[in-house]
């Protein structure tokens, strides 16, 4: 890797970011808990190819029980003589730990990731330098994520090619998606990447369909960040191709018209729900969560969570539906982090597609406490708005 | 110093310390705040703070910003049992906001606060990792996963009967000693508008 310091003497680490917390996603978990041999194999194998002989797990605090998994699972590699001192006579040496963090989403971004290693604030740090060149204690430092760590089991055993086999185009290989809302079986799916969203939704195999015999009004395919797509706009693209479970499908129309295939956060949403109101929670979570470095984030996510409160009660104005559009382009690549752009994403989205639920909520305050818009037009396709 | 750790956690400390390579032992400080905020009655006083400085030849202030940043740490006194309950999006889509109501309905706390006699606090989180199994909440160490109003009746009664148990164990260390023992031990269990419990974790 020629992007890694050159250093030689100094020590080079390995990394993974097990700080999991963006909303709608659960897949690392499922990782660390039943099958955290597999990392484990995948953490010395990629420590070997880095030459690194000191590799930390930073795991989200709230995942307590799985530190003891890992534990023990790396006992278990060491008895076997897989992980310690001279691997299986090789010369080799490594020593994998836990770390446990205490509570902070802005941690999973990999330089505020190091800061709390270093057991400091998890305030990003400014790129460059990246990791790679000055990370952990200024050492060069690779971050991945479990289910990037996890792969690299079946990359060495099959062969580059073979997995390459799996799936399509640029997705090659297997993803874990992690589907919750309002399906019926919400829970980690492991896909090929060849199959169709509405496959994925509706069929016994994945998701089974939506619960309580509801419909299905929107869906956030990618993990909170990524923008929301109305059911017509999630099932076929633009163009009237269905849309696939892959990353370049997922994408296609850019941010008018597509999302993301993002941390695989996979969120249903029925038409008993209420955009606003969801919108709301993100929003909340964001200022929640941003760490106060930069101004526009730290200011404009407590500012869109204060508008979409009022919308969400009754209180709105009609004003506040472009002052919210306003706030989060000024939030949007103004910020040190991508959390700046995470949170406004989401607001823009909703307003983008979900836009005459919002005026309804301006227009009938009272309604909108007692009832939510149900589906609207949302299955037909929808005009852009001007403002998009 | 009043407080310090007993031997086994300090020797946890140590083992915490190794982790890292020498010189870098503030790297120690997260792990060794979740230890002490365990041990010390859930929380972080400025008094355990400055100990954890003293212990891993920190600064108080060092200590001070870390603690104030992460949301796990708990800078004023909380209860016996603390619920944490998840209202991000998907746990929203799936009801967290009833089992808020509901915990409000039977306890009489709303989030941020707790119960006159020390037992529960309410708090509201943002998005745990468990999405696909909501509502859901943390209680201690472990996650409480598809939440009803029947389980949260059954998750009170459980954390009674945990305390049920270590006061009898503090008080009749030889076992139950008849009507008079379980007498006394009502008279602790109502304890109440105390603020906090006086019972030794
Ligand atoms: C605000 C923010 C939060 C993030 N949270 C996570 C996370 O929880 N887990 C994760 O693996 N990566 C997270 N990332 C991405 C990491 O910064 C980094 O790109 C990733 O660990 C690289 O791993 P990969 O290349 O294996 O995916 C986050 C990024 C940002 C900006
Ligand atoms: S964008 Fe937000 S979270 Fe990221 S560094 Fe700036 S203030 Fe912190
Ligand atoms: S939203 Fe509640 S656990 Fe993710």
């Given at each position: 890797m020629e992007f890694f310091g050159k250093t030689g003497r100094s020590a080079r680490y390995l990394v993974v970011n097990a700080d999991e917390s963006e909303p709608g996603t659960f897949k690392d978990r499922y990782l660390m808990e039943f099958i955290p041999h597999l990392l484990i194999e995948g953490m010395i194998t990629a420590s070997y190819a880095l030459g690194s002989k000191c590799s930390y797990i930073y795991i989200r605090g709230e995942y307590a029980w799985i530190v003891d998994i890992l534990e023990q699972a790396i006992a278990e590699a060491k008895n076997n003589g897989w992980l310690g001192k001279n691997i299986l006579g090789t010369g080799y040496d490594l020593e994998i730990y836990v770390q446990r963090g205490a509570g902070?989403?802005?941690?999973?971004?990999e330089t505020a990731l190091l800061e709390s290693l270093e057991g400091k604030r998890g305030n990003p740090r400014i790129k460059p330098p990246f990791p790679a060149v000055r990370g952990l204690w200024d050492c060069p430092t690779v971050v991945n994520n479990v289910e990037t760590i996890a792969a690299v089991v079946p990359i060495i055993n099959e062969g580059g090619e073979e997995y390459a086999k799996i799936g399509v185009g640029k997705s090659t290989g297997t993803k874990l998606i992690s589907a919750c809302g309002n399906i019926k079986k919400p829970g980690v799916y492991e896909i090929d990447m060849t199959i169709s969203v509405e496959e994925f939704i509706y069929s016994d195999e994945y998701c089974?369909?939506?619960?309580?015999?509801r419909k299905l009004k929107?869906?956030?395919?990618?993990?909170?960040s990524v923008p929301i797509l109305p059911a017509n706009l999630l099932l076929k693209t633009a163009k009237g191709e269905t849309r696939y479970m892959n990353y370049e499908s997922l994408a296609d129309g850019g941010f008018a018209t597509g999302s993301m295939m993002g941390s695989g956060g996979f969120i249903v949403i029925d038409d008993s729900q209420c955009i606003v109101r969801h919108t709301y929670t993100l929003a909340r979570f964001y200022r929640h969560e941003s760490c106060g470095q930069c101004s526009p984030c730290r200011e404009g996510t407590g500012w869109m969570e204060k508008i979409l409160w009022n919308l969400e009660t009754g209180?709105?104005?009609?004003?506040d539906i472009d002052l919210l559009w306003d706030i989060q382009r000024k939030i949007e690549g103004n910020t040190i982090c991508p959390l700046g752009d995470a949170a406004a994403w989401p607001v823009a989205a909703a307003i983008r597609h979900f836009r005459d639920e919002f005026e309804w909520h301006v227009t009938n305050p009272d309604d909108a406490q007692r009832r939510n818009y149900g589906i609207g037009h949302y299955a037909n396709p929808i005009p852009v708005p001007v403002t998009a | 110093m009043s407080l310090s750790f007993s031997d086994d956690m300090l020797k946890e400390v140590q083992r915490i310390v190794e982790s890292y390579p020498q010189g870098k032992q503030k790297s120690a400080l997260i792990p060794v705040l979740h230890i002490a905020q365990q041990e010390f009655g859930g929380w972080l006083s400025t008094e355990t703070m400055d100990y954890v400085a003293t212990l891993l030849g920190l600064k108080p202030i060092e200590v001070y910003e870390v603690a104030t940043f992460y949301?796990?740490?708990?800078l004023k006194p909380v209860g016996k049992y603390m619920f944490e309950i998840c209202q991000t999006g998907p746990c929203m889509l799936n009801g967290s906001d009833e089992i808020v109501a509901y915990i409000y309905e039977k306890l009489g706390i709303k989030p941020g606060e707790t119960t006159t006699d020390g037992m529960f606090t309410l708090k509201t989180v943002e998005c745990l990792g468990a999405c696909g199994y909501a509502p859901m909440m943390q209680q201690g160490k472990h996650y409480r996963e598809h939440l009803t109003k029947e389980k949260i009746d059954t998750i009170v009664d459980e954390c009674w009967g945990m305390l049920y148990k270590i006061i009898k164990n503090k008080i009749f260390p030889l076992g139950d000693r008849g009507y008079m023992g379980r007498k006394l031990l009502l008279e602790k269990l109502t304890l109440k508008a105390s603020g906090s419990m006086s019972v030794p974790p």
């Open positions: 902070a989403y802005i941690c999973g971004e089974g369909g939506m619960a309580n015999g929107a869906c956030i395919p990618g993990g909170s209180k709105g104005k009609m004003g | 949301s796990m740490f708990n």
